[in-house]
């Protein structure tokens, strides 16, 4: 079974910059489909982005196209988030998790992922 770590998280000022890093261990998730959630105070966990297993493909959301880059290592079984341009709307626990069932195809839906990882606190100030 794949165990998912976020790391990178903390406080940044409105504008600024954070890399959230997804590790996993157990076993490679280079064949998976890895997404990014938000979960902000009395929220809906929300899709953020989602890359593909060769990172050929991602899909954002609205809100963070052109400010966020999801991308991955295989070869280090990592996924990444750079964050930039960050607003205090984005504060929000992230959350990253993988799709043990689909290689190809991005779902934004949360109960389509299997696994998921303990997640890490992001808050910007304004």
């Known amino acids: 079974q794949v165990q998912l770590v976020e790391s990178g998280g903390g406080l940044v000022q409105a504008g600024g910059s954070l890399r959230l890093s997804c590790a996993a261990s157990g076993r490679p998730f280079s064949r998976d489909v890895v997404g990014w959630f938000r979960q902000a105070p009395g929220k809906d966990r929300e899709f953020v982005a989602g890359?593909?297993?060769?990172?050929?493909?991602?899909r954002y959301d609205d809100s963070v196209k052109g400010r966020f880059t999801i991308s991955r290592d295989n070869a280090k079984n990592t996924v990444y988030l750079q964050m930039n341009s960050l607003k205090p709307e984005d504060t929000a626990v992230y959350y990253c998790a993988v799709d043990l069932n689909r290689a190809m195809t991005i779902n934004t839906g949360r109960w389509v992922y299997d696994v998921w990882g303990q997640g890490t606190q992001v808050t910007v100030s304004s």
């Open positions: 890359i593909t297993w060769s990172g050929g493909s991602t």
